[in-house]
């Protein structure tokens, strides 16, 4: 081998070591270890929230995994396991007006708008729902109605995939609003609306005649007689 490629190896053994030796000085440096983590321990105190803590408040609504059913009765619509005869909530005017719209949308194809089961596609042949409003649907209880759009019932599919859990109670809601409609008397209006009923009413019944009028009404066509010549 001559001097020279023995000069050239030697040079070359040297820029490898020096480069190795760069890449570990820097990997040192560099590395943090799992345990050396920057992090917080429990109930440990901190200096960069302002309220002092290191354990940050649960976001609003937040469900702890795997109990997110843990509200029976709103999930299955069964108490103590029979039908509920109450809502998981209170029901708002927002409730019921969430209710009509999927109800318009998902139910009055086949229940028609005011829940008759004279929907679009009855009329087309299918199979003819029960009226909403007959005795045995408006005496069942509201789990009975969750039961139906969760589960199906005879000819009608379940909806539980395209109706999300508290839109099916809005639905119900809505269904009871329906169902009070088509069966109200008087004693279902609040009494300052029945007193604003009866103000109006002198008036309205004012706007009627309640004499004949003093213009004669015409003939019929012929009556005239014939005309003298």
Same mark, same amino acid.
């Given at each position: 081998?001559?001097?020279?490629r023995?000069?050239?190896?030697r ?22 270890d ?12 901190? #200096? &960069? !929230?302002a ?9 609003q609504?937040?469900?702890a995994?795997?109990?997110? @059913? +843990?509200?029976?009765l709103?999930?299955?619509g ?6 509920a ?15 009509q719209e ?5 139910c ?18 299918y199979?003819?729902p029960?009226?909403l409003?007959i ?8 789990? #009975? &109605? !969750? ?13 539980a995939?395209?109706v999300?859990? @508290? +839109?099916r ?14 069966h ?5 209006v609040?009494?300052d ?5 009866a103000?109006?009413?002198?008036e ?16 019929p ?8 010549r």
């Open positions: 081998m001559s001097t020279e023995r000069r050239w190896g040079a070359r053994r040297r820029v490898a070591g020096v480069l190795a030796l760069v890449a570990a000085t820097l990997a040192a440096g560099c590395r943090q799992m345990q050396d983590q920057p992090k917080y321990k429990g109930q440990r105190g901190s #200096h &960069f !929230f309220d002092g803590r290191s354990d940050r408040p649960l976001v609504g937040v469900v995994r795997g109990h997110a @059913d +843990d509200d029976t709103r999930a299955t069964k108490s103590d396991g029979q039908l005869t109450r809502f998981p909530a209170p029901v708002t005017r927002a409730t019921l007006l969430r209710g999927r109800f318009n949308i998902y009055s194809p086949c229940h028609d708008r005011v829940g008759d089961g004279n929907g679009m596609i009855v009329q087309r042949g199979r003819h029960p009226s409003h005795d045995r649907l408006r005496d069942a209880p509201v789990g #009975h &109605f !969750f039961d139906v759009i969760s589960n199906g019932y005879g000819a009608m599919p379940d909806y995939a395209q999300p859990v @508290d +839109d109670w809005a639905i119900i809601a809505y269904i009871r609003a329906l169902q009070l409609s088509q109200a008397s008087t004693g279902d609040p009494p609306e029945l007193q604003k009923l103000a109006t009413a002198p309205a019944a004012g706007t009627a005649p309640s004499q004949p009028t003093s213009q004669p009404s015409p003939l066509r012929g009556a005239e007689g014939t005309p003298k």
